[in-house]
């Protein structure tokens, strides 16, 4: 239990710096391309999502998995196999899909996205797909482990040299045209996640209790019964979320001929999307660096309870990952949505797309909730499970979209509808599947406080910002109404004992504590 809550708070603590270096790269980069260039940017980027779940084929999940199963025997040997075995899988594929990427970028921008500027930025992020492939590997035998700090020291790195060179480079390459400015990020992202990388590769050189090189292409004759355990969670793992990532690849496609029925203009068209998906949706996403730590570290340590066949450690980790999702998604929405227009103004310079926060806010309480769930099912080998779950759900998604979209009266708040359901109907989907595995006990009066404390901080938010001095700067009302709402909203939550439990301070003092030490 103390690792599990060691490891959640490392990858916190990190979630939390990336998140705002990532909000700063977003800023930098709103402001330097516009709606536009974002709208290109987010146009191109599923493709490469779709790319590198291909290539990681699910692997990075159904490695920490198996590295923590042989860590509990204390089987090197074995963990020394699943690394082999992962890095010759990956960059095989990586060497496939690499050059394919590239070949098939213009017919992608010209054909499907209806827009050729994309080809640009399709070209740029090509050589990123070997490097995550690698890295992937990496990260998931660190997280295996249950030794979370590489993982999340990488991430931080990524993001700082990311947002060193965004900037130099979309000024740079904006003088050619908006597509090539949209490039420039798309490069700098490239850069980020190659020294992340070399990190990663230092850190497990320093570490490791084996030479990974020795006998290298024997283990990978000799892996095909590792190769089998891996792709027994890695392929159903991986159809989780290569459902998703066709979903998103699709989905600026969908949007791009809904919206052109709906009688928009291809640039208008691209703006919007940019609005909903560059601007929108990271605000949206924000307390996902939470439900990330979470689901990261649920993986191993409930693939160790199960292991052991401990069903009330898997329900306490479940309902400690439940009950922080609930609570800080549930603070992340009351802040969003009394002050969408404020952020989005103070932010990128524009109010365009607060109404997308203000329309999907409530909805997005699910989502918080969904990383957790996955998590949890792929950890106790429910991950096909998982998959039907998110093939139902996209499914519906582009349906709704597509018609919502094309109906001139909804147009691009379609496409945020169909986002929204889709994503409350896989949140339901695995709930269900989880609760046919588990033991588990709903505290309804947990989630009733909840939702009074969000209603009375909300309109402490709405009532505080009407009564603040206009001639006060945007940034510093929008820091006064949410620190007081923040305030208001842990306040609450402690004295309701909802974010701490008495039990759990011990726990929690002895992992700050380990956590300080080193």
Same mark, same amino acid.
């Given at each position: %239990?103390?690792?599990?809550?060691?490891? /959640?708070?490392?990858?916190?603590?990190?979630?939390?710096?990336?998140?705002?270096?990532?909000?700063?790269?977003?800023? =930098?980069?709103?402001?330097?391309? &516009?709606?536009?260039?974002?709208?290109?940017?987010?146009?191109?980027?599923?493709?490469?999502?779709?790319?590198?779940?291909?290539?990681?084929?699910?692997?990075?999940?159904?490695? $920490?998995?198996?590295? +923590?199963?042989?860590?509990?025997?204390?089987?090197?040997?074995?963990?020394?196999?699943?690394?082999?075995?992962?890095?010759?899988?990956?960059?095989?594929?990586?060497?496939?899909?690499?050059?394919?990427?590239?070949?098939?970028?213009?017919?992608?921008?010209?054909?499907?996205? /209806?827009?050729?500027?994309?080809?640009?930025?399709?070209?740029?992020?090509?050589?990123?797909?070997?490097?995550?492939?690698?890295?992937?590997?990496?990260?998931?035998?660190?997280? &295996?482990?249950? *030794?979370?700090?590489?993982?999340?020291?990488?991430?931080?790195?990524?993001?700082?040299?990311?947002?060193?060179?965004?900037? =130099?480079?979309?000024?740079?390459?904006?003088?050619?045209?908006?597509?090539?400015?949209?490039?420039?990020?798309?490069?700098?992202?490239?850069?980020?996640?190659?020294?992340?990388?070399?990190?990663?590769?230092?850190?497990?050189?320093?570490?490791?209790?084996?030479?990974?090189?020795? *006998?290298?292409?024997?283990? =990978?004759?000799?892996?095909?019964?590792?190769?089998?355990?891996?792709?027994?969670?890695?392929?159903?793992?991986?159809?989780?979320?290569?459902? &998703?990532?066709? $979903?998103?690849?699709?989905?600026?496609?969908?949007?791009?001929?809904?919206?052109?029925?709906?009688?928009?203009?291809?640039?208008?068209?691209?703006?919007?999307?940019?609005?909903?998906?560059?601007?929108?949706?990271? @605000?949206?996403?924000?307390?996902?660096?939470?439900?990330?730590?979470? $689901?990261?570290?649920?993986?191993? +340590?409930?693939?160790?309870? *199960?292991?052991?066949?401990? %069903?009330?450690?898997?329900?306490?980790?479940?309902?400690?990952?439940?009950?922080?999702?609930?609570?800080?998604?549930?603070?992340?929405?009351?802040?969003?949505?009394?002050?969408?227009?404020?952020?989005?103004?103070? %932010?990128?310079?524009?109010?365009?797309?607060?109404?997308?926060?203000?329309?999907?806010?409530?909805? #997005?309480?699910?989502?918080?909730?969904?990383?957790?769930?996955?998590? +949890?099912?792929?950890?106790?080998?429910?991950?096909?499970?998982? %998959?039907?779950?998110?093939?139902?759900?996209?499914? =519906?998604?582009?349906?709704?979209?597509?018609?919502?979209?094309?109906?001139?009266?909804?147009?691009?708040?379609?496409?945020?509808?169909?986002?929204?359901?889709?994503?409350?109907?896989?949140?339901?989907?695995?709930?269900?599947?989880?609760?046919?595995?588990?033991? #588990? /006990?709903?505290?309804?009066?947990?989630?009733?406080?909840?939702? +009074?404390?969000?209603?009375?901080?909300?309109?402490?938010?709405?009532?505080?910002?009407?009564?603040?001095?206009?001639?006060?700067?945007?940034?510093?009302?929008?820091?006064?109404?949410?620190?007081?709402? /923040?305030?208001?909203?842990?306040?609450?939550?402690?004295?309701?004992?909802?974010?701490?439990?008495?039990?759990?301070?011990?726990?929690?003092?002895?992992?700050?504590?380990?956590? @300080?030490?080193?």
């Amino acid at each position: %239990m103390s690792k599990f809550l060691k490891g /959640t708070f490392i990858l916190l603590m990190a979630g939390l710096v990336t998140r705002v270096l990532g909000f700063i790269n977003r800023i =930098v980069i709103a402001r330097s391309i &516009g709606e536009e260039g974002v709208g290109l940017y987010m146009m191109a980027f599923p493709t490469l999502v779709l790319v590198v779940t291909i290539t990681q084929l699910g692997l990075p999940v159904a490695i $920490s998995k198996n590295v +923590a199963e042989a860590e509990a025997r204390g089987d090197f040997r074995k963990i020394k196999k699943i690394l082999v075995v992962s890095l010759a899988t990956t960059i095989s594929l990586s060497i496939v899909f690499t050059p394919a990427l590239i070949f098939l970028a213009p017919y992608l921008s010209e054909t499907l996205f /209806t827009d050729p500027r994309t080809q640009w930025p399709l070209l740029a992020i090509a050589p990123i797909v070997p490097i995550v492939a690698v890295s992937s590997v990496l990260r998931g035998y660190f997280q &295996g482990r249950q *030794n979370m700090r590489p993982s999340a020291i990488s991430q931080v790195i990524e993001q700082l040299v990311r947002i060193t060179l965004i900037a =130099v480079l979309t000024k740079t390459f904006m003088p050619y045209g908006i597509e090539y400015a949209a490039a420039g990020a798309m490069i700098a992202s490239v850069i980020g996640e190659l020294i992340s990388l070399f990190y990663l590769m230092t850190t497990f050189k320093l570490r490791k209790k084996f030479r990974l090189r020795n *006998n290298f292409f024997q283990f =990978v004759h000799s892996g095909k019964s590792t190769f089998n355990d891996l792709m027994r969670i890695a392929l159903p793992t991986t159809g989780s979320r290569l459902i &998703g990532s066709v $979903s998103w690849f699709f989905e600026p496609i969908v949007v791009a001929h809904s919206l052109a029925i709906a009688g928009v203009a291809a640039v208008a068209a691209t703006k919007q999307y940019g609005a909903l998906t560059g601007f929108a949706m990271p @605000l949206l996403l924000l307390p996902s660096f939470i439900t990330y730590s979470l $689901s990261t570290s649920l993986v191993p +340590a409930i693939s160790e309870a *199960n292991s052991r066949k401990n %069903m009330k450690i898997i329900e306490h980790l479940l309902q400690q990952s439940l009950r922080f999702s609930l609570l800080t998604g549930g603070l992340a929405i009351v802040v969003l949505y009394v002050l969408a227009e404020p952020l989005m103004t103070l %932010m990128y310079g524009t109010a365009n797309g607060s109404q997308f926060i203000k329309l999907m806010a409530p909805f #997005f309480l699910f989502y918080y909730f969904q990383g957790p769930l996955q998590a +949890a099912l792929q950890a106790l080998d429910l991950a096909r499970a998982a %998959m039907i779950n998110s093939l139902i759900g996209n499914l =519906v998604k582009t349906a709704v979209i597509f018609l919502l979209a094309s109906q001139p009266a909804f147009g691009i708040n379609g496409v945020a509808l169909g986002m929204v359901m889709g994503i409350v109907l896989i949140t339901l989907l695995h709930f269900a599947t989880m609760l046919k595995a588990v033991s #588990f /006990t709903f505290y309804v009066r947990d989630y009733v406080k909840v939702l +009074a404390i969000i209603i009375l901080s909300g309109s402490l938010g709405f009532l505080l910002w009407d009564w603040l001095d206009e001639s006060l700067s945007l940034a510093l009302r929008i820091l006064i109404n949410a620190g007081t709402v /923040t305030c208001l909203y842990l306040s609450l939550s402690l004295a309701l004992s909802l974010l701490i439990r008495k039990n759990e301070l011990s726990k929690l003092r002895s992992v700050l504590a380990s956590f @300080l030490k080193k």
